[in-house]
């Protein structure tokens, strides 16, 4: 009976440190296992990195157009705050503004060019880095499934084992590297080409904002300059309200003269060739 018991004593610390074998397999490569997904997440972290870089430098490039829009229309406002007043003046300067100011783009028209040059292009990021976000998605998928499989394929391949699993962890590790550095190559690649098709974009972008930018510059200067030189009487005013100043006048009727008619009488007859000026005025 005495002999018995001491079996069963026997049997059950075998069959303890059986079962204890089995489950402490996977405790000696743990900390091996948590570096390396310690490395994983760091990789894709820096293709996180790599890519908000890109998008963030872009954007920056992109909203300096916006910068554009805002000195343009400080300008178009002195512009408007320059004239106002010179309405006021008398009928002569308030037609000559009147005159010459509608060729002056609106605040309105100005921006909506420019925003339409750099939203065309924001358009565009994402499509730049489909490529490279995809390839993320993959290591990130891959990760998360496909080496995780692996490392459980391990454990339930070698429950009692301790040297063939750690060779099947080495393996599995190795082929994972082996992955990653190919998904590397692979993100780079697709980072560079969209830089490149960035760059263009960027570039079209900018020739787009520069030729609003002239234009609108151009069309104000000119404007301000007849604006000027029609008050100094250098430009016909071309309306009956306006006054040059000069004390000749002289008033043609459009009413009783048959302008139709080849010939008409002759309203500058007996006038001295010493006279100066003569502003003309037509009513109806």
């Not at 990789?43 to 990195?49: A, T």
């Not at 229309?73 to 705050?81: D, F, G, N, V, Y």
């Not at 080409?193 to 760059?199: D, E, G, H, K």
Request: charged content about 15%; glycine content about 2%.
């Amino acid at each position: 009976m005495r002999n018995l018991v001491v079996v069963l004593a026997l049997l059950i610390c075998v069959g303890s440190y059986g079962v204890l074998s089995a489950s402490n397999v996977t405790i000696h490569m743990e900390d091996y296992i948590r570096q390396n997904n310690r490395q994983y997440e760091a990789k894709l972290k820096k293709y996180e990195d790599e890519m908000a870089t890109f998008r963030d430098t872009y954007g920056r490039e992109l909203r300096a157009i916006s910068v554009q829009a805002d000195q343009l229309q400080i300008k178009l406002e002195e512009a408007t705050e320059r004239l106002r007043p010179v309405e006021l003046i008398d009928s002569w300067h308030k037609q000559c503004v009147q005159n010459y100011t509608a060729s002056i783009p609106t605040i309105a028209t100005m921006r909506t060019a420019l925003t339409s040059c750099s939203t065309g292009a924001q358009n565009n990021l994402n499509s730049h880095l489909q490529n490279s976000v995809n390839t993320y998605n993959t290591l990130k998928n891959y990760y998360a499934s496909n080496v995780k499989a692996l490392f459980n394929d391990c454990e339930k391949r070698h429950p009692a084992s301790q040297q063939n699993y750690t060779d099947c962890i080495t393996a599995a590790i190795a082929t994972a590297n082996a992955y990653t550095i190919a998904n590397q190559k692979n993100f780079n690649t697709y980072m560079q080409q969209a830089s490149c098709a960035a760059n263009t974009r960027i570039n079209q972008a900018w020739e787009c904002a520069f030729t609003t930018v002239h234009s609108t510059i151009t069309a104000l200067g000119v404007s301000l300059r007849l604006i000027d030189d029609c008050i100094a009487n250098k430009l016909a005013c071309a309306s009956v309200s306006c006054t040059t100043g000069c004390k000749n006048h002289m008033v043609i009727s459009l009413s009783e003269n048959d302008f139709l008619n080849a010939t008409i009488n002759n309203p500058f007859f007996g006038l001295n060739s010493k006279l100066g000026c003569l502003e003309m005025k037509f009513k109806v």
